[in-house]
């Protein structure tokens, strides 16, 4: 091989490039055209040939391995060999009543069947709804009230295989499949509809050569398909049955925050109702990505499938629900200490919302069920938020600005939120000041430099009417004298009332006349090093908005989050002015312009 032939260089033009040095080092091609001439149509198909194989020969190498493999369905197979599933899409859920009036014949009981019709309607799209299970109620008090029931947004499906002698797995041909609520039947013959349901193994450990379970995979078209035992762990189908798969397709995340969703189908033959729904849709999912299944697939080899140490959980619960972050510690190191338990707090993929009593339930059983240590109770903390207001003086140069003042501003605003999503809003997360101030000044050339000043609040939603103390926790030192509040009103109050401190004595006041008067001169107490506010026994009767906010400056810039609290830079009060400075090379001299 002559040395002029560079095999490292795998693009077309310096395969081609190559290809021609390497031509014309050869007696009898050194004149050659390779421009005009025929040959250059040859070198051509010789350079795309070479071309299009390194190319594959990349891609096929990338997909070997599960870190470098690009194709989701290559790299849930890799998952597959460290025994790993990855979690399908998961269905939005909520909780309704739903009232059957005047029923006919007065029944003393009503039945709600699986798979009853509900819709509701977003921006032009309609999601359908349904009922997982079926509810029977009595009549009480001559009405008929299916109370706390749950609904997941989906619609059911089922695909049937006979089996043969070949028959070694069965896909699920959904995409959108909610593998949660996946049933599978082993019915008898096509013309002998006597079935056994089987149900999915969870420890290979607790499969005996007669129990009814299946298996669930990934294949390599991305699809779920159901595996069954080979007699001696699980039963296996015979030749002729048939397998019934019931699943529910659903759409995922798009379906969460749904707050009206109406009843479209009839209970025994009644269709006068009435539905009232007590939160919006939450829970929705879609499929794990790739980067997720990559994370939990390697975790799943260390976990075993058993939740013991800290890391476990968070694996654990991570693979069978969908979360944007998670913290798990010990009862041990909270405070106060509580042994025998272990503390989960948990972001749903819904921006800034805590778990609903339904997620909690399932994952609760769910590793109850199979996956825990028993003498240790996994219990829920809610997401504690803590946010972040920055108040920016951008200060530009004339001489390099390019652009107006509005655009600076709407590039430093977009940074402040870049700021908060890329290094904040998980657990356990800081918010450096001095990064933060720093990230600014890189948005123009224009920007000489930005002085910047925070503060931090917590939102807090007292049950009005009922007398009552709270514990608000900064967890970050709080400056002296730097703590107030949004509006509220309290027993014996007839206007808004707002709390500040003094000397760590929390007062109520109240504007009159352009002049501050006091209230309540000790309504709670703030502890200024441990950012701990104490709110005394107090009847709040109102409030101004959907909450009241605490405010304060902290003492350091900044601004730690520990445990179940997630830090995160208010998106609404986001304060950002531009000041434009100019230097007179002449007279040597500087103006300011606002």
């Known amino acids: 091989m002559s040395s002029n032939l560079k095999v490292s260089d795998l693009d077309f033009d310096s395969i081609k490039s190559n290809l021609i040095e390497f031509l014309k080092s050869k007696p009898g091609f050194t004149d050659y055209d390779y421009e005009g001439s025929g040959l250059a149509v040859l070198i051509d198909l010789l350079a795309y040939n070479a071309h299009y194989e390194a190319v594959i020969a990349n891609q096929v190498m990338n997909e070997l391995t599960i870190d470098t493999a690009r194709n989701r369905n290559i790299v849930a197979l890799h998952a597959k060999r460290l025994g790993y599933t990855p979690r399908s899409a998961k269905a939005s859920r909520t909780r309704v009543n739903l009232e059957v009036l005047n029923p006919v014949g007065n029944p003393a009981t009503l039945t709600l069947g699986r798979g009853a019709q509900f819709s509701a309607t977003v921006d032009n799209e309609t999601f359908g709804f349904t009922t997982l299970e079926p509810k029977t109620i009595a009549r009480t008090n001559n009405r008929y009230i299916f109370s706390d029931l749950e609904i997941a947004q989906g619609t059911f499906k089922t695909f049937r295989y006979v089996v043969d002698s070949n028959s070694k797995a069965f896909a699920i041909p959904d995409d959108m499949v909610d593998t949660d609520n996946l049933r599978v039947y082993v019915q008898v013959s096509r ?11 969870e420890r290979i450990s607790t499969v005996k050569s007669d129990s009814n379970a299946y298996f669930l995979q990934m294949n390599a078209q991305g699809f779920y398909e159901v595996t069954f035992g080979d007699g001696v762990f699980g039963v296996k189908p015979s030749v002729n049955n048939v397998i019934v798969l019931e699943y529910l397709v659903t759409s995922g995340a798009a379906a969460n925050g749904i707050s009206k969703v109406s009843f479209i189908d009839f209970v025994e033959g009644n269709g006068n109702t009435i539905l009232t729904q007590s939160a919006q849709t939450s829970g929705g999912a879609d499929p794990e990505d790739i980067d997720s299944i990559r994370f939990n697939a390697y975790r799943s080899t260390m976990t075993q499938d058993r939740a013991v140490t800290e890391l476990d959980y968070a694996d654990i619960i991570s693979s069978i629900f969908p979360v944007d972050a998670i913290s798990v510690w010990g009862g041990e190191t909270n405070d106060p200490p509580v042994y025998g338990k272990v503390f989960v707090a948990i972001k749903p993929v819904d921006a800034e919302t805590v778990l609903t009593e339904t997620d909690k339930n399932y994952i609760t059983q769910t590793i109850k069920n199979t996956k825990s240590v028993v003498t240790v109770k996994p219990e829920f903390v809610d997401v504690d938020y803590l946010y972040i207001e920055p108040t920016t003086v951008v200060y530009i140069d004339d001489t390099k600005i390019n652009t107006t003042d509005g655009y600076i501003k709407t590039l430093a605003i977009d940074k402040i939120k870049e700021y908060s999503k890329d290094h904040l809003e998980k657990f356990k997360r800081i918010f450096r000041f001095s990064k933060f101030v720093s990230s600014i000044d890189t948005i123009d050339p224009s920007v000489i430099s930005n002085i910047t000043s925070i503060k931090m609040s917590k939102r807090f939603v007292p049950n009005t009417g009922v007398v009552d103390s709270w514990k608000i926790a900064f967890n970050n030192p709080i400056s002296a004298g730097s703590f107030y509040s949004t509006g509220f009103r309290m027993q014996g109050s007839d206007v808004d009332l707002y709390m500040m401190d003094s000397n760590g004595i929390i007062m109520a006041t109240y504007i009159e006349d352009n002049v501050r008067k006091i209230f309540n001169s000790n309504i709670g107490t703030v502890n200024y090093t441990t950012g701990l ?26 601004v730690v989050s520990v ?16 000041v434009t400075e100019s230097f007179n090379t002449s007279e040597h001299e500087f103006s300011t312009t606002r």
């Open 191 to 201: 013309t002998n509809t006597a079935r056994v349901e089987y149900f999915k193994a």
């Open 533 to 558: 506010v104490d709110i005394n026994s107090t009847l709040f009767e109102s409030f101004s908005g959907s909450f009241i906010s605490m405010s304060c400056i902290p003492a350091s810039p900044d």
């Open 563 to 578: 445990r179940n609290m997630i830090a995160l830079i208010d998106k609404e009060k986001i304060n950002v002015s531009v």
